[in-house]
């Protein structure tokens, strides 16, 4: 399988002011990637899921994708959980 390119601002379209993100995050991965399914995004991520370090990598990610500073998404929901909800201030 090819490795998802991550492209800044690959989601840009969706960057909108208060526009909420489903993500699914599967932590300890073997790369750090971003992948579009439908209206649900997976992230992975190499960070390990404990004292929260996955959810500060994850974070970037999305901005990274999203193609905005990390200061403008909040967590939601799903801190301790894999199924995590983002809002984009």
């Known amino acids: 399988m090819a490795k998802p390119q991550m492209q800044k601002g690959m989601l840009a379209r ?3 002011p208060g ?3 489903a993500v699914r995050v599967t932590p300890n ?3 750090d990637a ?4 439908g209206e649900e ?3 992975t991520t190499t960070a390990a899921p ?8 994850v974070r970037k990610l999305l901005a990274h994708a999203l193609g905005v ?3 403008r998404l909040t967590l939601s929901a799903g801190a301790i959980s894999r ?4 809002r984009l201030d």
């Open 14 to 16: 969706r960057a909108t």
């Open 29 to 31: 991965a073997r790369a």
């Open 83 to 86: 199924e995590k909800t983002f």
């Open 50 to 57: 404990e004292g929260r370090r996955a959810n500060a990598v």
């Open 34 to 37: 971003v992948i579009e399914e």
């Open 69 to 71: 500073a990390p200061s």
């Open 41 to 43: 995004l997976k992230i």
């Open 19 to 21: 526009a909420t993100f």
